[in-house]
Every structure is written in C-alpha cells, then in structure tokens.
C-alpha cells in the first residue's frame, strides 16, 4: 500500500489549502486513516483521524474548528482541508492508513501501518 499527499504550498496566515492523499497498491477502503504533521524542529504530532466509513472523525484540538478530514472510498482520496491557517501550522503533513481490520481512526502514530510522503505547508506573512 503506498500513499501520497499532495497540496501544500505556501500561504499567508488566514488562508486555506486542501491536502489530498491517494491510496494506492493493495488497499482496503474501510481502513481507519488519519493526518499527521511535523513541524520543523519538533515530533511528529496527530492532526486529525477519519473511521473507515467516515462517519466518526477526530481533531487535535489545536485544529479544532478549522480543519475538516474526509475520504472518498470509492476512488480510495482522502482529503484534509485547513481553513483560517496560521504560522504555527506550518509543518511537512503526512497521510496515514491503518491495517485492514482495523476500521477506526487513531491518535497514536504507532497505529498506522502505512505512511506517505509528506507535503509541506508554509504559513507565513
């Protein structure tokens, strides 16, 4: 299984992006999913978690609000849109799955199975 993001840039504070994550290899649509991010200097840290039919989601709470998790199964994308974004999410975001069987989203990083490449947002003025 392999996943890419995609859709970072650089913003100025109060705008917004949609990352997008495409699955791709052997995939279960059902799998749990989530978006990480690594600001620079700092672990890796949970932004936000998607269940496998995308009716439960979870936030930090440092996003609350202002960054919305999704997923298309049918054309296995999962998305992440951050509105009103700010100088300290400015991070390389990366895309998670969990392993099939495992259909709810997760805070723990140690419960992903699969990562991506990440993309990098830039919030600055």
């Known amino acids: 299984v392999q996943l890419q993001a995609s859709g970072g840039g650089v913003v100025q504070p109060g705008a917004s992006l949609t990352l997008s994550c495409v699955v791709s290899?052997?995939?279960?649509?059902?799998?749990?999913m989530g978006w990480f991010r690594q600001p620079p200097g700092k672990e890796r840290q949970f932004v936000a978690s998607?269940?496998?039919?995308?009716?439960?989601?979870y936030y930090d709470d440092s996003v609350k609000g202002r960054f919305t998790i999704s997923r298309d199964n049918a054309n296995n994308m999962a998305y992440l849109r951050m509105n009103s974004l700010r100088i300290e999410d400015t991070a390389v975001y990366f895309c998670t799955g969990r392993a099939p069987g495992y259909y709810s989203g997760s805070y723990y990083p140690s419960d992903y199975s699969y990562w991506g490449r990440g993309t990098q947002v830039t919030v600055s003025s």
């Open positions: 290899g052997r995939t279960d649509s059902n799998n749990g």
């Open positions: 998607i269940s496998g039919n995308g009716r439960n989601t």
